[in-house]
């Protein structure tokens, strides 16, 4: 899943989620029937983690563009000295 | 680290998060219904009055009951315990409250309670002082909801007079 | 030498720097259910703000794994209340229904009898041996709200502590595992 499908994933989640909480509490008070709003909220919550759990095609339509190899060795990393890679990797293990 | 899991994870905390606002909401709507309870409740017979050895005057009775309680009833309600007591004050107690006789009314469609009962407890009291006693039949009723704030209500039916002597 | 010192170095320092977060960060988990639970205690005013129902003794009012919230408040008790209370000599609390009071004049003591509405007689024979009546100090809270099935989760972990185990290994594992 993509940054933007985690996004909309959530969203989505969050949207349905209480969507059908609302329609489950009106459908249960105007049917005088508290196990029917019980019935529709479970359908609103397997219906929501079908479309929000697995990872659909739909979530992955913004891939992230990586820097094609063949360019990237044309812009070579800076060299940097034994000394320096130590201090730098403590630093990235620390903020890890 | 966007896993299958933990969006399962997710929905299933949200939503039991929303299912227990709806719950909070059906009883909260519950405080705004206003019931209006019909009940009348007559004792017709003293079936035995008399002393016990222990020296606590005892009482069964026998009385008629009867009631609507159909709105009561609200989409949140699982049952209603309704019941009657006897209550009374004396120099010992400032208030005697005696259950008499209980009922589970399961829904609105057996709500309509016409009867002619046996008190289920008898009328005990701490003591000896039910001769000539004046007693006030209380009916009280306890709605027990499907989930969230449980109801208590009361209403004072008619006052009856036990007589001076016991009975055996 | 130095060098290869230095890593080692940082890799420990970095260790126990993650470790102690984790272990902080577990110690948050349980220190807010504490909290949580305290303030309950708090503000219901009752020693068990929470109960779960163990016994078929409410039927059908409440079953066996339902919720019940307590308060205790100086209102004065009576019929019809559900009350949660401790009788001497027994571990288990018991949830039933008030069916009779009896109030002094002068000291305002009480005395209550209490009957599970499922039960076919009133309670003298669970109180302690010779026990007539229950006292106000009897008394844990009265039930004023309720839940169904939640307290399952409860009933299974203490009649399964292998679930429990699991569970709060489970849980560890999460916290311990997820990173930042």
């Known amino acids: ?96 | 680290m966007h896993s299958w899991t933990q969006r399962l994870m997710g929905a299933a905390t949200t939503a039991a998060v929303l299912l227990a606002a709806a719950c909070a909401a059906a009883s909260a709507l519950d405080a705004f219904h206003v019931p209006a309870v019909q009940a009348q409740a007559h004792v017709t017979k003293i079936n035995r009055f008399h002393k016990q050895i222990n020296g606590n005057d005892k009482v069964t009775l026998t009385f008629n009951v009867s009631a609507n309680l159909e709105s009561l009833f609200t989409w949140n309600t699982k049952q209603v315990f309704v019941f009657l007591t006897a209550e009374y004050e004396n120099a010992k107690n400032s208030l005697n409250q005696v259950s008499l006789w209980d009922h589970i009314v399961p829904d609105k469609e057996h709500a309509n309670l016409q009867l002619e009962v046996k008190s289920k407890y008898p009328l005990i009291d701490q003591g000896s002082s039910l001769r000539g006693k004046k007693v006030q039949l209380v009916l009280h009723w306890h709605v027990m909801p499907n989930a969230g704030a449980m109801i208590r209500n009361r209403m004072m039916l008619s006052e009856f007079k036990l007589p001076d002597a016991y009975s055996s | 030498m130095g060098f290869v010192g230095d890593t080692v170095e940082s890799i420990r320092s970095m260790q126990i720097r993650q470790v102690l977060t984790q272990i902080i960060s577990l110690g948050m988990i349980v220190t807010s259910a504490l909290i949580i639970w305290k303030g309950l205690i708090v503000f219901t005013g009752s020693e068990s703000p929470v109960v779960v129902v163990l016994s078929g003794s409410m039927e059908p009012g409440f079953k066996r794994g339902d919720i019940l919230f307590l308060h205790m408040s100086k209102d004065p008790i009576r019929t019809g209340e559900i009350v949660v209370f401790n009788v001497d000599g027994r571990e288990i609390p018991i949830v039933h229904r008030v069916i009779k009071v009896h109030e002094r004049q002068d000291t305002a003591e009480v005395d209550i009898l209490t009957k599970g509405d499922n039960n076919f007689g009133d309670d003298r024979l669970l109180y302690a041996h010779g026990q007539l009546w229950l006292q106000r100090h009897h008394i844990m809270g009265r039930a004023v709200g309720y839940l169904p099935y939640v307290g399952w989760v409860t009933i299974i972990m203490t009649e399964k502590p292998f679930i429990k185990y699991l569970l709060i290994g489970a849980l560890g594992l999460l916290v311990i595992t997820s990173k930042d």
């Open chain 1, 1 to 96: 899943m993509d940054w933007q499908g985690q996004k909309r994933a959530e969203m989505l989640m969050q949207v349905l989620l209480v969507a059908s909480a609302v329609a489950a509490f009106l459908a249960g008070y105007v049917r005088a029937d508290f196990q029917f709003m019980l019935l529709v909220y479970a359908a609103g919550v397997v219906l929501t983690a079908l479309v929000t759990v697995p990872n659909w095609p739909f979530f992955n339509r913004n891939p992230l563009k990586w820097l094609d190899a063949a360019e990237a060795e044309r812009h070579p990393r800076p060299q940097v000295s034994a000394g320096a890679a130590a201090g730098g990797k403590k630093k990235s293990g620390k903020n890890k």
